[in-house]
């Protein structure tokens, strides 16, 4: 969580997340979305959203080793070092 976000989600005592399903949702993840908005006159509106073309996805088991996209990089930027470099 980036230090930004860090003060603003505090959990409050009402939620209850005792019969919550950890990735109940998981395999929407990457697929087209439906967005409807209803505008102030009362009229609806519909957008398809797509996920853009170059995302990526980790997997859940991989989120605690990286949780953002700078440990991700990171971790990207180690491995290109280990790549042999070819002699010209």
Not at 20 to 28: D, I, L, P
Not at 63 to 86: C, H, M, Q
């Amino acid at each position: 969580m980036s230090k930004a976000t860090q003060g603003k989600d505090k959990m409050r005592s009402h939620y209850d997340f005792s019969q919550a399903e950890q990735g109940k949702y998981q395999h929407f993840i990457g697929q087209t979305s439906t967005l409807r908005i209803t505008h102030p006159d009362g009229s609806v509106s519909v957008e398809q959203i797509e996920p853009p073309k170059d995302a990526i996805f980790l997997e859940p088991d991989l989120r605690k080793y990286f949780p953002d996209s700078e440990a991700v990089n990171k971790a990207l930027r180690g491995l290109i070092e280990l790549i042999p470099k070819k002699s010209a």
